[in-house]
């Protein structure tokens, strides 16, 4: 960060600066009359300004005890009511604080800097701007804000203020009023041609989450996937979904679990063989076999999952055990169609799911749909996952579209504009918790 004018200083410490002679009165009379009119000169103590040479010369050589020592001169040379002294003693307080990156000491040198007459206007906003980010150093909110406010009045335009604005209103809880700030810069960085870096987006959508708004928080989410649709950002998206929902009372339920788990699978956004585990634990705890076998297989083949990870080893031995019980799908089938009720329906449907025979899955999910007594939006869900999956776009969005109720809805939500953006750029997925 540049704080101060190198100008300014360079024509003080420079040979051909005006040192302060104050001559007679009769003289400064002579000289004003003969003299043509000049540019402003610069007044300084001879002592003041030897002491500045030295101290200008330690901190470039980052000799900084040296250097301070010659700050304390300047300031003991440095005559009372001089605005000239005091306006280069404070830059070069900025300076050396600066050097040795003493942050405490550098918010108070630009406090001095901006306490002087002779600081030119343009240089203003910047300081203010940067004394807004050390006041945030130490949390000092408010003192943050006064001096970003400033930098608004003094011109400075950077997006960046803007965002910091957005950001402490959203923190203080005055989520509305920074979100509206947060669309306003971000209309304009669009505006200007450049791009909105993609944690300016995490800024509202942590925070509409930890507000306990999901709805809008998923909002933001696919705003940013809009932009930035990375294996890695669909991975955090939805990974941070799933788990805020859990975390609210455990809300979203193995059942619907799975069909966020489904979405990381198709945008290959499943990271490691902890995201696997993940997966294979849910189908395997909820009944689908079918399922943990082929992610377990697709796991594999795509290197996610390691041969010494034994434990996937004994959850497909479990899985291929329950499917031999089970007996073939089409004696599942039959005993759907039998069912007093669409329970065995919805489990035959699962099964041709995780075979990736969509269209039997369509079928089998609508007559369950038809017998009753199941969950409308769990197979609604899973009617649109297997029209995406077999690129049935307007009839993938149909089916989501009927589900409107809970966590349930937003997962139709992602998955429908998984359905309308279906570009994923390849990125390593993040890892760890979000």
């Not at 000799?63 to 005559?79: E, H, K, L, N, S």
């Amino acid at each position: 960060m540049t704080f101060v004018s190198k100008a300014a200083l360079a024509a003080m410490l420079g040979l051909g600066a005006t040192l302060v002679v104050t001559p007679p009165a009769d003289a400064q009379r002579k000289k004003k009359e003969e003299a043509a009119p000049a540019a402003p000169q610069i007044q300084v103590g001879e002592a003041f300004r030897t002491a500045a040479l030295a101290a200008d010369a330690a901190i470039k050589a980052k000799d900084f005890a040296t250097a301070d020592q010659q700050i304390a001169a300047m300031q003991a040379a440095a005559t009372a009511g001089n605005q000239d002294e005091a306006y280069f003693l404070a830059q070069l307080k900025v300076s050396a604080a600066q050097a040795k990156n003493d942050r405490p000491a550098l918010a108070a040198a630009i406090d001095e800097l901006l306490a002087s007459p002779k600081l030119k206007p343009e240089e203003r906003g910047g300081l203010y701007y940067n004394r807004g980010v050390l006041a945030l150093d130490t949390k000092q909110t408010d003192v943050a804000v006064q001096n970003f406010e400033r930098a608004k009045q003094a011109g400075y335009a950077e997006p960046d203020l803007e965002l910091r604005l957005a950001s402490i209103a959203i923190q203080k809880g005055q989520v509305d009023q920074g979100l509206a700030s947060l669309d306003k810069v971000m209309a304009a960085r669009k505006a200007s041609g450049q791009p909105v870096p993609a944690n300016w987006y995490d800024v509202a959508i942590s925070q509409l989450y930890r507000s306990n708004r999901p709805v809008e928080a998923g909002q933001w989410a696919r705003r940013k996937l809009a932009e930035y649709p990375t294996q890695a950002n669909w991975r955090t998206v939805l990974a941070l979904f799933r788990d805020r929902a859990d975390n609210k009372g455990a809300t979203l339920g193995n059942q619907a679990r799975v069909d966020v788990l489904r979405l990381m699978r198709d945008t290959k956004s499943l990271a490691d063989q902890n995201d696997y585990r993940d997966y294979v634990q849910t189908t395997q705890d909820i009944g689908l076999p079918y399922e943990t076998v082929a992610v377990i297989d697709e796991g594999r083949a795509a290197g996610k999952i390691p041969a010494s990870a034994s434990v996937f080893n004994q959850l497909k031995t479990t899985a291929q055990t329950q499917i031999k019980n089970d007996g073939s799908v089409a004696a599942l089938e039959t005993r759907a169609k039998a069912g007093a009720n669409g329970r065995a329906a919805l489990a035959a449907g699962n099964v041709y799911l995780a075979t990736g025979n969509n269209a039997k899955a369509v079928e089998l999910f609508n007559l369950a749909l038809q017998k009753g007594g199941i969950d409308a939006d769990e197979a609604n869900t899973r009617i649109g996952i297997a029209h995406a999956r077999a690129g049935q776009s307007a009839e993938a969005k149909a089916a989501f579209a009927k589900v409107t109720t809970g966590p349930r809805a937003e997962i139709a939500s992602f998955w429908t504009f998984y359905v309308d953006n279906p570009r994923v750029t390849a990125s390593t997925p993040a890892v760890g918790n979000n």
